[in-house]
């Protein structure tokens, strides 16, 4: 009988979940001698559910099991309402809590005596570290102002509470805070930079449902291993799989194809995309119109946006403007909500002219037609000197992009080791964007 990998990994779970529930509160006493001895059980004093928070981000649910105050095991949880995501988490995380008791690992407060950097230190007790630093922070709040401190939340092993506190703290006392996007130079600044949020929609469950997936930087068979499944599935599913990365990764291994590109060229290589998409009609305008800020009117003197406070007095500077084209006339819209007012036609190009406010006149044009002539910059051939990408090879990425929908980028952390990392992050938005793969089910970046 043919089983299919879904199938085996429920049958795998479920004789895991039947074995932990016979002996939950028991785990197996390493010292015996394999093949002689029979290994006995010792029991354990409680089970606590826990969440593994490592740098990867998966925030897979666990187990701990606790002998005499210490871990001694780790488990799946395997309990999340969502089946597909049961069971979840890697060997890396089973063996995480070994760090726990690692002979480097501090578990004293440590104040400098010595000079800075002369590694001379002295332990010292919770509550004289926790003074020390209400006392600095007191000194610094009452003479600088409580705005003058700013409260980093680092991404790893922090845990969710104390992250939570943090934020609280600053919030309670006055003080700044930032994200851990905020001073990581590599994570995703293109991400809130462009959509608002940390990250986008795309959940990695979602990925199953795609058509087309275009890995770039990204090696999710390596580094997010519990959600590695869901690329597989698209596979199965019949899904596309190209990866473009320097190295030949453990997923470019399982992709239809690897595309070598040089590094750090990733941007050189999305604007090529978006070219191409463009010049071969396979841009969905629409969406362009609708959903992004594409048809905003930008001023040509200024640069900047042109706001409902140019045209009239009185008018808001949080309003924008967008050239009607069916009342061929200038639109105000606001940014409560998305979409355009109803019978608005935006245009994506041209030059008008508008009166302003204060009297005179000035030239506008959608912000569209900026990026339009900036792609232009970026044939394929032009990408090809730069990336080392075949031109041909990158018009037929980019029609198989645009019509195999729905499409899914998964940028990995490589393009954000680069200088100007944000750039590449949002020439990929850009392809996105322009194929209407945002806010889909099976389409996202």
Known sequence: MAVDRRSFLKGAAGVAGVAAGAGATTVARPQVRRGRDRAPS?????????????????????????????????????????????????????????????????????????????????????????????????????????????????????????????????????????????????????????????????????????????LVGANPIETRIPDAKFLLDAADNGARIVVVDPTYSGTAAKADSWIRIQPGTDAAFALSLAWTILDEGLADLDFMRTYTDAALLVRSDTGRRLREADLRPGGSPDRYVVWDRAGDGPVTIGTDRLGLPPGVDAALDGRYEVTLAGGGSAEVTPGFARV????????PEAAEKVTGIDPEMIRKLARAYATESPAAILMGGGSNHWYHGDLQGRALALCAALTGNIGRSGGGF
């Open 372 to 379: 339009r002539a900036e792609l232009d910059r970026w044939t």
């Open 42 to 214: 010792e029991t354990v004093d409680r089970v606590v559910r826990t969440t593994c928070s490592p740098n990867c981000t998966g925030s897979c649910g666990q187990l701990a099991f606790v002998r005499d105050g210490r871990i001694v095991k780790i488990q799946q949880a395997a309990d999340y309402p969502d089946a597909a995501y049961n069971p979840r988490g890697c060997m890396k995380g089973l063996s995480y809590h070994l760090q726990l008791y690692g002979e480097d690992r501090i578990t004293t407060p440590l104040i400098r005596t010595g000079e800075r950097g002369s590694g001379h230190f002295r332990k010292a007790s919770w509550s004289e570290a926790l003074d020390r630093v209400a006392d600095g922070f007191k000194e610094i709040g009452e003479r600088h102002g409580w705005d003058s401190i700013h409260v980093f939340g680092q991404v790893p092993g922090s845990g969710y509470v104390q992250k939570g506190a943090n934020y609280r703290a600053s919030a309670v006392l006055g003080m700044t805070h930032g994200t851990s996007f905020d001073f990581n130079g590599d994570l995703p600044m293109g991400m809130p930079i462009t959509f608002g949020v940390q990250n986008a929609e795309h959940e990695a469950k979602d990925w199953a449902n795609s058509r087309f997936l275009l």
